[in-house]
């Protein structure tokens, strides 16, 4: 199943379990081995395989075990800073979120006290 926008949590969770039970099979490990190697319990791995949620620091040491952690840069990729950021800020690294702007046709504010 290709994992996409369109499924729930609950599928997602189940085809990554999935996933992580065949890699799991691939390097010859049962859960106990696995487990052990994580750092975690057993039944933590038999949560995690059938889809069950879980801390991300599980899942990095199970990741690391089944040797997929460098799979985690694809994942969530370093941002770099776009050229047009780099002209407006001469080079300068960005520190804050600019946020959600307001329309213009919105009424400007005020303190309220004004009569």
């Known amino acids: 199943m290709k994992i996409e ?25 049962t859960q106990q081995m696995l487990a052990e190697q994580a750092g975690v319990s ?30 985690l840069e694809a994942l969530v990729p370093a941002a770099g800073p776009r050229p047009m950021d780099l002209v407006r800020l001469k080079g300068k690294a960005r520190k804050r979120a600019s946020g959600k702007r307001k329309p213009a046709d919105e009424e400007p504010w005020h303190w309220g006290d004004e009569t």
């Open 5 to 29: 926008g369109l499924l729930t949590d609950e599928a997602i969770l189940a085809e990554l379990g999935g996933r992580l039970v065949q890699r799991r099979l691939e390097l010859q490990l």
């Open 42 to 71: 057993k039944r933590t791995v038999e949560r995690i395989e059938a889809g069950a949620t879980a801390q991300l620091s599980t899942l990095v040491r199970i990741l690391r075990v089944l040797e997929l952690l460098d799979r």
